[in-house]
């Protein structure tokens, strides 16, 4: 679902974020990105989402080759990828509801299943109670569900998660975690670019750390939380 060939990215003659990584996630693969700060893990995230191009190799996503991929079409491949970062980025002038039809409203899908939808995915991050309140009443751990619940609202085969627990305390990031096994479970594709090394080795996943730019392992840590 996603692969990596030799892939480089540089921003100029002195700066060099990703140095030939290679590596291949398949569909309903839950991995682990990781490295210390300026490592290269938010320039691999913004590759997958075309908001970069590499310098040099290849990134493929769904079997789409993303270098070549004309700039009309990066609104399509962007609709298949689900993004949940760090801040939320919720609309507090909006409902929950409504900030998670953001994505249906763009795509222009029709009135009738936008409501369906909208509360298909608040039932799974468990917030459908709550579809008529403002973002700013409800919790941390739950403002990220929410933005979990619109990432994830039109179906998206590929889930790309910055920091997603960076602001929560460790059982409400357990439990965020335990969604994202659950996406996995189901068949989408989720890389979570996190510090947090405990949840990685709770959640015994594959790990792809990042030092310097360069790709220096992609293995499985050792874990008992499985999904």
């Known amino acids: 679902m996603i692969e990596f060939r030799q892939v480089t990215k540089r921003y100029d003659s002195d700066h060099t974020a990703l140095r030939q990584v290679n590596f291949g996630l398949e569909r309903g693969e839950l991995a682990f990105l990781t490295g210390h700060s300026g490592a290269g ?10 908001m970069e191009r590499p310098s040099a190799g290849e990134v493929i996503v769904g ?52 409501g369906r939808r909208v509360r298909a995915a608040l039932d799974k991050v468990g917030l459908l109670s709550k579809e008529k309140m403002n973002p700013m009443q409800l919790s941390g751990g739950e403002q ?39 996406f996995s479970q189901v068949g989408v594709t989720v890389l979570i670019a996190t ?15 990042l030092d310097h730019g360069r790709l220096v392992t992609g293995v499985v840590a050792k874990g008992g939380l499985h999904g």
């Open 63 to 114: 079997g789409q080759v993303l270098n070549t991929l004309p700039r009309r079409q990066v609104p399509y491949i962007r609709r298949h990828i689900g993004v949940v970062f760090q801040n939320h980025q919720l609309l507090f002038d909006r409902t929950v509801f409504d900030n998670v039809a953001m994505p249906l409203e763009v795509m222009g899908t029709p009135a009738r299943d936008i």
């Open 144 to 182: 990220q569900r929410v933005g979990i619940a619109r990432a994830v609202v039109n179906k998206p085969p590929v889930l790309l998660a910055d920091e997603p627990t960076g602001n929560l305390d460790p059982e409400l990031s357990a439990d965020i975690m335990r969604l994202f096994a659950e």
């Open 195 to 209: 510090h947090d090394i405990a949840l990685i080795n709770d959640l015994g996943r594959r790990t792809l750390t």
């Open 41 to 50: 893990k938010s320039t691999l995230l913004k590759l997958i989402m075309v």
